[in-house]
């Protein structure tokens, strides 16, 4: 979290080339590749919504502009006859050029005199990359204005000549991005004072996070299909590297749904914290593609008091299309100038871009200034960043106590630390990475039955330790035991196709799971033991969230049919109804004891923390 005191949005700017290309044009511009490629193009755009776009090539496959180019345009509006910006970062994620960077071709092209440059490369978040940069140099008083801006220009790789004689096969992760991708540039002028003829954004700050060290790599060019190399310049030719298939922008879209939960769990991290409050955004500015959230998440979030008002969203992804990182720019160029007359003076825009290429999430929240602008007699500007005091975190009403919501919201934390150390475990890492063995399945087989078959004991256990007051909770908890029972058996079966050969009472826990076992066990038989619900939210929100994204990685490695992972698919499609009924456990218990929402929170961190561990001792 990068707080800021003194950093202004003055204006904005965008470029697009070309006309608006609609659906039906889109072929003149980038072309079928096989006979598969019109099945895709109407599955995909049905998927994302996308009425209109920009190209900067035209229908021969020629190139009408540069990235360079288009950047250039954008910082000609920017600085509309003034020279005198003293920094300029630049974001893209394929520049015209390996080498000089982005920012300093751009400098050239126009003959800007000399000033500090910056170039980020990355995806859809470099934006923000190069906006904290310049917000930064203009906060520590290094500089008095600055300009960020991203570029993109996807479509050259987008051309049906460039598919032509391949030796890899063209896959559905290569055809993906080409119906979601178009060209375009955006930017934004920072300074030290708002303007004094009109609206101004002011930063409060600027929050970036990435989650690269928890999972494989998503969104890409320039590797090798299936990373068999390095890069693009490990191939004896670049000739070799592109019949192969090395320039494709490529879209794990099996894995992608992770995204928006790494994103939707560090903003409810950002609620909790108190330095966003979802009731007082007027306005939120979201990068999205074509994704939606999952319907139990977003009724997760709306329980938990940090979903932010339909009306409130702002996006312009049907008209512009998806211009990678100079997205967020090109949304807000088109949001200020087309509201900046009805933007009243402290209104809050909230801002996400999440990035897809190895698992990355920004935020950033604007607050309008809309009075003129006086020089201070005699100030001098700390060259310290100072911390913004941020307003206590908002507890949404949940009924009359709000208990329910701060849970939630507690919960989200646990679940999301909990999540990025079992992605980073030793088994976890092998099964993305494609190199899970049928031994390694086995392993994890062995230590986990046992675990799974004492699940229904005590939750049973957990039942008879509850009064008359919470018999509905009982009632619930009894018939999700029911479910349970019998699922070990299913996973033991599973082992035995697999080709294991141990009896199921010779199967041992692993540390980890003893653990886990002993402290569900003895937390089931205290009185009313309700803060196991926290405990259940771990795990079943490991089968809801983190078994479907191992599972197709899990199938790739074995490359078994679904005999020997029925216990897996099943919990992956049907943990949704199991935390559904969860959720509902919880109000329950809020309206016999409030206080115990604390308790469930408790109970989760401690079985998260216990749950780690039987995955850090699979292997």
């Known amino acids: 979290m990068t707080p800021f005191n003194n950093v202004y949005i003055t204006q904005t700017a965008s470029f697009l080339p070309g006309d608006a290309v609609d659906n039906e044009e889109m072929d003149s511009y980038i072309g079928p590749i096989n006979k598969t490629s019109g099945r895709m193009k109407t599955l995909i755009l049905a998927e994302n919504g ?49 080498a000089p960077g982005l920012a300093n071709l751009i400098q050239g092209e126009m003959h800007l005199p000399p000033l500090e440059t910056l170039s980020v490369s990355g995806i859809c978040a470099a934006s923000i990359g190069a906006l904290n940069a310049a917000a930064l140099a203009v906060e520590s008083s290094a500089k008095n204005k600055a300009i960020a801006l991203a570029s993109e220009f996807p479509s050259r790789l987008f051309k049906a000549s460039r ?101 939707l769990h560090e903003y409810a991290q950002l609620v909790k914290e108190g330095h966003v409050d979802p009731k007082k955004i007027s306005h939120f500015l979201c990068h999205y593609s074509s994704e939606r959230f999952k319907p139990m998440i977003a009724k997760l979030m709306e329980e938990a008091g940090i979903a932010i008002a339909p009306e409130k969203w702002f996006s312009n992804l049907t008209s512009k299309g998806n211009t990678g990182s100079a997205s967020i720019y090109i949304m807000l160029d088109e949001f200020f100038k ?94 993305m990475q494609g190199k899970l063995s049928v031994a390694d399945y086995l392993t994890w087989m062995e230590c986990w039955i046992p675990q799974v078959r004492e699940g ?12 008359a007051e919470y018999k509905d909770l009982a009632k619930l908890v009894q018939l999700h035991a029911g479910e349970e ?57 490991t089968g809801h969230r983190i078994i479907p994204t191992l599972l197709p990685r899990i199938k790739e490695s074995l490359k078994v049919n679904s005999s020997i992972l029925k216990f897996i698919e099943y919990h992956g499609e049907n943990d949704q109804a199991h935390m559904a009924r969860w959720l509902n456990a919880v109000k329950m218990v809020a309206l016999i004891e409030p206080k115990a929402m604390h308790e469930i929170v408790r109970v989760a961190e401690t079985v998260a923390a216990l749950y780690l561990q039987q995955w850090k001792y699979i292997r």
Request: aromatic share 10%; charged share 20%; proline share 4%.
């Open 456 to 467: 229904s004991l005590w939750m049973r256990r957990a039942v008879s330790s509850m009064n």
């Open 485 to 541: 029972q019998l699922d070990w058996q299913v996973l033991y079966q599973d082992y035995q196709n697999a080709g294991g050969i141990l009896n199921a009472d010779h199967l041992k826990r692993n540390p980890g799971g003893e653990a886990l076992n002993a402290y569900m066990h003895a937390y089931a038989a205290r009185p009313n033991p309700v803060g196991l619900l926290g405990g259940i939210y771990i795990i079943e929100g």
């Open 163 to 263: 598919f032509q004689n391949r030796t890899a096969d063209i896959d559905f992760d290569a055809h993906f991005l080409r119906w979601m991708l178009s060209d375009g540039a955006g930017g934004a002028f920072l300074a030290n004072h708002p303007s004094s003829d009109g609206v101004s954004l002011k930063i409060k700050w600027i929050h970036q996070k990435s989650f690269s060290g928890d999972m494989p790599t998503c969104m890409q060019v320039g590797m090798s299909v299936g990373n068999q190399l390095p890069g693009y310049l490990d191939y004896p030719t670049l000739a070799e590297a592109e019949k192969a298939g090395a320039f494709d922008l490529r879209q794990n879209i099996r894995i992608l749904p992770n995204l928006f939960d790494l994103g």
């Open 338 to 431: 087309t509201n900046s007359a009805s933007l009243n003076a402290g209104d809050q825009i909230f801002g996400f871009v999440p990035e897809s290429g190895r698992f990355s999430v920004a935020y950033f929240l604007l607050e309008v200034v809309n009075t003129s602008y006086q020089p201070a007699v005699a100030k001098v500007a700390s060259p310290v960043i100072q911390q913004v005091d941020l307003p206590p975190a908002p507890i949404s009403a949940e009924g009359e106590t709000g208990d329910v919501a701060y849970m939630l919201q507690s919960l989200m934390g646990v679940w999301h630390d909990y999540r990025s150390e079992v992605f980073r475990t030793e088994i976890a890492q092998a099964v």
């Open 50 to 98: 996308i009425q209109k776009r920009h190209y900067a090539i035209d229908k021969n496959g020629k190139s009408l502009h540069s990235v360079t180019s288009m950047g250039a345009k954008v910082v000609e509006q920017l600085l509309d006859n003034d020279t005198r910006v003293e920094f300029l970062s630049a974001a893209t994620t394929g520049a015209d050029s390996a």
